[in-house]
Antibody, heavy 119, light 113 residues
């Protein structure tokens, strides 16, 4: 059974940093692209970043480019999102999601971890 | 970026009746080399993560009831729930994955009338 478990969310001040993790199980992690998608409270879905199975290819939304870094450790079956220079507008539930390749839909999603940026 | 626009923003349908949600992309998501539309539909129930219902515009995922169907090509797509059930109350999103920079529609909230 595919499982994706996010962690690392919490309350952080504007300008601060946070690292999210997503522990994956139930599939061959290194064979699949992974993504982060966020959802501000009461709002819709916003794609944040993608990474290929090897980790060699990454993409970012303009809203986070230069501030967030996606990475993965295939030996630990774990996806990461390093978030720096956080802004109030980054407040959201952050979901990790799995896809066959980047050009494919997200077929499994984690339960999410909440990031709140506030002073 | 490819902009995805859904209509309506919300709709209320009686149990057993048909619900139709439209999605329009700002540019074609039909890939000419393989004739596939890079368009997915997701269901998000309250308090839950999104769930993939339909990929490639019309391919229902395993376990998804056959009352859900997707259609369309190029820039115009439709999700149809043929006979609304109580458990279908949710927000539905379309998404394009034609571009590596995924984009989602704003969502359509489906309620029971």
């Amino acid at each position: 059974e595919v499982q994706l478990l996010e962690s690392g969310g919490g309350l952080v001040q504007p300008g601060g940093s946070l690292r999210l993790s997503c522990a994956a199980s139930g599939f061959t992690f290194s064979s699949y692209a992974m993504s982060w998608v966020r959802q501000a409270p009461g709002k819709g879905l916003e794609w944040v970043s993608d990474i290929s199975g090897s980790g060699g290819t990454t993409y970012y939304a303009d809203s986070v480019k230069g501030r967030f870094t996606i990475s993965r450790d295939n030996s630990k079956n774990t996806l990461y999102l390093q978030m720096n220079s956080l802004r109030v507008e980054d407040t959201a539930e952050y979901y990790c999601a799995k896809a066959v390749v980047i050009a494919a839909p997200a077929d499994y999603w984690g339960q999410g971890t909440l990031v709140t940026v506030s002073s | 970026d490819i902009v995805m626009t859904q209509s309506p923003d919300s709709l209320a349908v009686s149990l057993g009746e048909r619900a139709t949600i439209n999605c329009k992309s700002s540019q074609s998501v039909l890939y000419s080399s393989n004739k596939q539309n890079y368009l997915a539909w997701y269901q998000q129930r309250p308090g839950q993560p999104p769930k993939l219902l339909i990929s490639w515009a019309s391919t229902r995922e395993s376990g998804v009831p056959d009352r859900f169907s997707g259609s369309g090509s190029g820039t115009d797509f439709t999700l149809t729930i043929s006979s609304l059930q109580a458990e279908d109350v949710a927000v539905y999103y379309c998404q394009q994955y034609y571009s590596a920079l995924w984009t989602f529609g704003q969502g359509t909230k489906v309620e029971i009338k």
